[in-house]
């Protein structure tokens, strides 16, 4: 039978479910009004076959059950309790270490649908495929039926989940990603509407004749498949245990599918993230933020200011939810609970709220492990310890021509823990939003941080952000990975449909909408060093932002957008001469022409389905570098 018929409703499936408690000793099942959850559960026990099925509470008791039969199978390593507490070590399987974009679908009705940036297979086909593939999936395994909230539960634009599951590793991950449990639960009524994930990693332990099957740390299965059906708001993920792949509630969900709901609901789910900025004069502002992956997003939004008297608290790390509120404002909130951070290159310089914040209670995935049974990566300390175990379970000195930690290494950590982290970071109503800022990697042509004219430049500046693939290809007109909205792997249909919604959503908000700057803090010199000294000292890009927010710091309006004037921006101290300033500010109208034939490349690349303001804006970024 196929678990999801593709005509109806995802809210209405299938046939009668009986729960079980399981091994873990959960208890809590639906409640009445709810019997689309309790048939679709039994519809996909029927399809998988579990030896057991257990609805998860999200207790502690439960948690800890679960971690001490990860230890005891050998799935997860206990760390030292005195150094590192309640914190585990997960080691992945070496083919299974991190998304599998090309393995990633939009099965929307049609192609035009998901767009030219997104992998698209008819949904027909791809349900059959699944079913066939799902079929038997969790023979020898337990099912976990993992219902989760995405934002406080209850909030003003929060969103209810129900995660299957045969993997306990994404069961104690979404407890630390997500609201999950009994009062996720709770919140489903008869009419609430609630997003169906599917996933197993694809590896039962009884074979189709009956045979046992014998298991191994992390299970998966090297064909995985990542599907989302945007009419019908259902993930089916199979034969991976990693990351995004197999946690729902993250990409797959918050971005890939909530993308089409906020689209159809009149809202913006968005791969930024959110800080609280407060000025020396107490002025509170609240900022999202959108950068590309390797564009120090963050340490964005666990900035520690160099200047005296400003403070940055983070709200978010990675992904935004935005509304327009009833006061006209648009308002935001961080949909997750926890960070799901990349750990190499993380450290006390770079970052020490991060490094503070995974002191316990963190479950790490692929990262080195001391012999101490504390645990390490590239970046961790100056120096590396002279005598690990890798990522992989193998011995490691500095001498080995491997890294310790593989370069995807992750800790999944609890956000509350963050000493950043700001007081309203999960309000119900979530924060007003008073600029947006959009960041790439670029070494030349992006100044160190431009004002929009209006919200629709500011969409133009979304739409194109861009980073240099690399080294060789930094350069005036050196070729661009183009990553619109820093949404690329993550919007969840036509691209040039969400440009679209952006410019409508602006529309609505009429004057009350933020401000938009762009920022670029890796321009380089002619020597190849970089100008701008980052992290911390990024502050002062901000306090420009916050003056301009008040019209209280002068601009300069270029072809590319509004500068700062010559000493608007605060770089005393940091020994930037009169050169180094200009060429952090540099507009070279021959390169910037080249770029924007890229750009129209950039756009032409999705046809008609591009918003003529859009196409206007470009064609008005030209006329003004003929005439500079």
Not at 59 to 69: A, K, M, V
Not at 159 to 184: C, F, H, K, L, N
Not at 436 to 459: C, K, M, S, Y
Request: net charge negative.
């Amino acid at each position: 039978m196929s678990v999801i018929d593709s005509t109806r409703s995802t809210r209405s499936t299938g046939s009668g479910s009986t729960p079980s408690t399981g091994s873990t000793g959960s208890t809590i099942e639906p409640g009445p009004g709810i019997d689309a959850l309790r048939r679709w559960v039994a519809d996909v026990a029927s399809l998988t076959q579990p030896d057991d099925i257990v609805w998860v509470d999200g207790s502690e008791e439960e948690n800890r059950s679960l971690l001490t039969g990860m230890v005891r199978s050998g799935s997860i390593v206990a760390l030292d309790d005195s150094l590192r507490p309640g914190s585990f070590l997960a080691r992945s399987d070496p083919a299974d270490v991190a998304r599998v974009e090309d393995r990633t679908f939009i099965c929307s009705a049609t192609e035009a649908d998901a767009g030219p940036t997104n992998n698209w297979r008819d949904p027909a086909e791809m349900r059959e495929e699944l079913t066939a593939r799902f079929g038997g999936s969790m023979r020898g395994r337990t099912m976990y039926v993992v219902p989760f909230s995405m934002g406080p539960v209850g909030g003003a634009i929060s969103q209810v989940g129900v995660q299957v599951t045969d993997s306990p590793y994404v069961v104690v991950s979404t407890r630390i990603m997500t609201r999950m449990g009994a009062e996720a639960l709770a919140e489903i009524g008869p009419d609430t509407e609630w997003v169906p994930a599917l996933h197993t990693v694809g590896m039962p332990l009884v074979a189709d004749d009956g045979s046992a099957v014998g298991d191994v740390p992390w299970p998966s299965n090297e064909v995985k498949i990542i599907a989302h059906f945007p009419e019908t708001r259902e993930i089916w993920s199979y034969g991976s245990g990693y990351g995004g792949n197999a946690l729902l509630a993250k990409k797959c969900f918050a971005l890939r599918i909530a993308s089409v709901m906020a689209r159809q609901d009149g809202w913006l789910a968005e791969h930024m993230l959110l800080i609280r900025l407060t000025t020396p004069a107490g002025k509170v502002l609240h900022i999202a933020a959108a950068f590309p992956s390797a564009c120090g997003k963050t340490n964005f939004a666990m900035m520690t200011p160099s200047l005296p008297g400003w403070k940055v608290e983070t709200i978010g790390d990675d992904i935004a939810w935005l509304r327009p509120g009833a006061d006209g404002r648009l308002w935001a909130i961080n949909p997750e609970a926890g960070f799901f951070g990349v750990a190499p290159g993380t450290g006390p310089d770079t970052n020490p709220a991060a490094m503070a914040t995974v002191r316990s209670n963190t479950i790490f995935t692929n990262v080195a492990m001391t012999l101490d049974g504390d645990v390490w990566w590239e970046g961790a300390t100056e120096e590396p310890p002279k005598h690990l175990i890798d990522w992989r379970g193998r011995p490691w000195t500095p001498d080995s021509p491997e890294p310790a930690a593989h370069p995807n290494a992750r800790f999944t950590v609890a956000a509350a823990q963050c000493p950043t982290i700001s007081g309203d970071w999960d309000s119900h109503d979530g924060v007003p939003i008073d600029a947006i800022v959009f960041g790439g990697r670029r070494a030349t042509n992006v100044p160190l941080v431009a004002e929009a004219e209006d919200w629709e430049h500011g969409v133009f500046f979304g739409s194109t952000i861009s980073s240099e693939q690399t080294a060789a290809a930094e350069g005036p007109v050196g070729e661009l990975r183009l990553d619109p909205f820093a949404m690329l792997p993550f919007c969840g249909y036509n691209m040039a449909d969400h440009w679209q919604h952006w410019l409508e959503i602006g529309d609505q908000l009429g004057s009350k909408a933020p401000k938009v700057f762009r920022v670029n803090w890796f321009r380089k010199s002619s020597d190849g060093g970089y100008l701008w000294p980052g992290f911390g000292e990024n502050i002062r890009v901000l306090e420009w932002i916050a003056d301009r927010l008040e019209d209280d710091a002068e601009v300069e309006w270029s072809p590319v957008g509004g500068l700062p004037r010559v000493g608007g921006l605060d770089v005393a101290g940091l020994g930037l001469d009169g050169f180094a300033l200009d060429e952090l500010f540099e507009v070279d109208a021959v390169a910037w022409s080249a770029e924007a034939e890229q750009l129209r490349a950039h756009f032409d690349r999705f046809g008609d389905r591009v918003p003529q303001r859009l196409r206007d804006r470009l064609d008005q970024l030209t006329r003004r570098l003929d005439a500079a």
